[in-house]
């Protein structure tokens, strides 16, 4: 017998003659990472199958139903939907074919009053809009209103998991470093940058806790396990899906080092040794963030604990002033960021550069967020 018993965002109802309709929907979902229940045939008959089914429509956060014009034909369907309304569930009823809904009078007293998806036919546009309108529902765009002063912080719940942010107003600044900067590397051409644009910069790196909460529970990397702990062993990919889940997005690389430098110029943001877990301190393993002292601007761990990913690819700079950069249109290797653990004190400068194989897994490497207004 099948069991079902981690709550499901998804519950399907269908025929079995729609299998055919189904299977595509289910591959997208899963694509995206959202978890669906099915009543598969391998299902006992019986009151445990009566429980299966009751527990995951009352547990699932949508029902979608698969809206034939053979619907009517199924006691099981209008079962279904009776159960969806009385645990009061999102109902999304898919409707596919040319027919006169009124005709099904064993659904259409709860259907007919809901919004739905009609297509003549399943192609794959109506698959996309469908699970489209589904991920909207699971995972609402983060709405933040624009901060007033820099460090002010906001935070926002996602799948009841907490993210918290500092507010980085836009500004100008010099990028990179000066020749006599201890540690310096020749790829730090100084020139003057102007952000046009505000953005909410997640206070620490990503955790794991934060990961499982977009991600899933079974979706964690890390070599080093723990709630607080910086996610790492993620692909630059890996973070990209993060962000679609989520609607924010990896720091440009100059909005990166703005942050860093929190209007700080020289090499730290302040006292290495109270901002960051580096080669000295770490033991040459990760930290729960925040366990240091954050910059000005309320950032913790800029220096140190992880490398972080940045959007850009990596490439030259700029040697006059440049606005908003988001550097070359394309390369081999993506931008990563603020030393780790393991690195050298030089090595977690603000100015410090480095890059990766956007596919690569590494066990230093993490990244957090941004939302720009």
């Keep these: 017998m099948q069991e079902e018993q981690t709550p499901k965002d998804v519950f399907i109802s269908y025929r079995r003659s729609q299998i055919d309709l189904v299977e595509p929907v289910l591959k997208e979902l899963e694509n995206r990472g959202i978890s669906y229940f099915i009543d598969r045939s391998d ?7 009566k429980k299966i089914i009751e527990n995951a429509i009352k547990t699932c956060k949508i029902f979608l139903l698969f809206w034939t014009a053979d619907i009517n034909d199924s006691e099981h369907i209008a079962n279904e939907v009776d159960r969806a309304i009385e645990n009061k569930r999102k109902i999304l009823p898919y409707r596919i074919g040319d027919f006169d809904p009124n005709d099904h009078d064993n659904v259409i007293y709860a259907l007919g009053r809901l919004n739905r998806i009609n297509c003549p036919q399943q192609t794959p546009e109506t698959i996309e809009e469908i699970v ?11 709405d933040i209103a624009s901060g007033k002063q820099a460090g002010e912080r906001t935070t926002v719940i996602i799948n ?8 980085c107003p836009p500004g100008t600044f010099k990028m990179g470093s000066p020749e006599s900067e201890v540690g310096r590397c020749r790829d730090e051409t100084p020139h003057t940058v102007t952000l046009t644009k505000g953005f909410w910069m997640m206070e620490s790196e990503v955790t794991q806790k934060q990961w499982e909460a977009v991600m899933g529970s079974k979706s964690n990397p890390s070599n080093n396990r723990g709630d607080d702990l910086p996610v790492e062993m993620v692909t630059w990919f890996d973070c990209k899906e993060f962000c679609r889940r989520t609607n924010l997005q990896l720091p440009t690389e100059a909005q990166w080092e703005y942050a860093c430098r929190a209007g700080s110029a020289g090499p730290y943001a302040g006292k290495l040794e109270q901002l ?3 080669q000295s301190n770490s033991n040459d393993t990760t930290h729960p963030v925040r366990n240091k002292k954050p910059n000005k601007w309320g950032l913790y761990d800029m ?3 992880l490398w972080e990913w940045c959007e850009d690819w990596y490439g030259s700079y700029p040697s006059g002033c440049v606005t908003d950069p988001t550097g070359p249109a394309n390369g081999t290797d993506k931008v990563r960021r603020g030393g780790g653990k393991g690195a050298k004190a030089e090595t977690c400068r603000s100015a410090q550069r480095r890059y990766e194989h956007p596919q690569n897994r590494q066990i230093f490497i993490g990244f957090r967020c941004v939302k720009v207004q």
């Design 43 to 49: 299902i006992s008959p019986g009151l445990a199958f």
């Design 276 to 278: 960051s877990w580096f």
């Design 132 to 142: 489209n309108h589904i991920e909207a529902f699971l995972r609402p765009a983060i």
């Design 160 to 167: 009841g998991v907490e993210f918290a942010f500092r507010w």
């Design 303 to 305: 220096h140190g604990l």
